[in-house]
């Protein structure tokens, strides 16, 4: 072992599919992206979706700071924020945990609990909604919408699921339209009670689930539904709000 090496002791959690790698921020490096990127690797380093950095706060329990697999810092992940929630109620009694996000202070209250598994009632605020636009691409125009709960999102109904959906949803969400980069869904509808839905994040990764972006779902079901004529529902909205956790060093 070399003699400046420092180990950083971390709390890996789950949470619909989503894992993360949660740090006390006093073990934070000079280079927070660089040092997240080598983190996330899941070939030559832990391996997570993204990693929560967790720092002191006046005005909530802790502050979460965020970072993507491509070291860029996101706003909010609802499920990093209840993972979050669920390492700090490890930590200690409680029923409600407050913190502090990059889309602002977000409550979250423990439901239930079982060993190491928690489930979290958390008020996200309102989503945001904005109104259809187009995006010239490579491989032609797409139409979406645009939704946020502090991390903005780009919706696309398709009628199927190509075989290089990745490639142009990551085409997607580096458009110059969008700054920082955006996350993309692919959504299918796939009857008049049912929708299918792909997620890519910004950081060009495929994802299990958005939980921002489901809780747009009831503005995005009257889109949905012009184009079925139905109020169709989205399946991963009854996945448990739950969060798993198991400690690592």
């Known amino acids: 072992m070399s003699p400046d090496f420092t180990a950083i002791p971390f709390v890996k959690a789950s949470a619909c599919g989503n894992d993360f790698l949660i740090i006390d921020g006093m073990h934070v490096p000079a280079d927070i992206a660089a040092f997240s990127r080598r983190l996330w690797d899941r070939h030559k380093g832990v391996g997570a979706d993204g990693v929560e950095w967790l720092f002191q706060a006046q005005d909530a329990d802790v502050r979460a700071r965020l970072f993507n697999a491509d070291g860029s810092e996101a706003e909010i992940s609802g499920n990093g924020t209840r993972c979050v929630a669920a390492y700090l109620c490890s930590e200690r009694e409680g029923e409600k945990v407050v913190i502090r996000t990059g889309a602002g202070v977000k409550t979250c209250t423990l439901t239930s609990r079982s060993e190491t598994q928690y489930e979290f009632e958390i008020a ?126």
């Open 124 to 249: 996200m605020g309102e989503p945001q909604i904005g109104d259809e636009f187009f995006l010239k691409l490579a491989f032609g125009e797409v139409c979406g919408i645009p939704v946020s709960m502090g991390n903005p999102h780009y919706v696309v109904f398709v009628n199927e699921f190509g075989p290089g959906w990745q490639a142009e949803a990551a085409e997607i969400g580096r458009h110059h339209d969008f700054k920082y980069g955006i996350n993309v869904e692919l959504v299918v509808v796939k009857d008049k009670n049912n929708v299918e839905a792909r997620f890519f994040d910004s950081s060009a990764v495929e994802s299990f689930s958005f939980n921002i972006a489901s809780r747009c779902r009831p503005s995005l079901r009257s889109r949905a539904s012009s184009r079925q004529r139905s109020n169709p529902a989205i399946p991963w909205e009854s996945w448990p709000r739950r969060a798993t956790f198991s400690a690592s060093c």
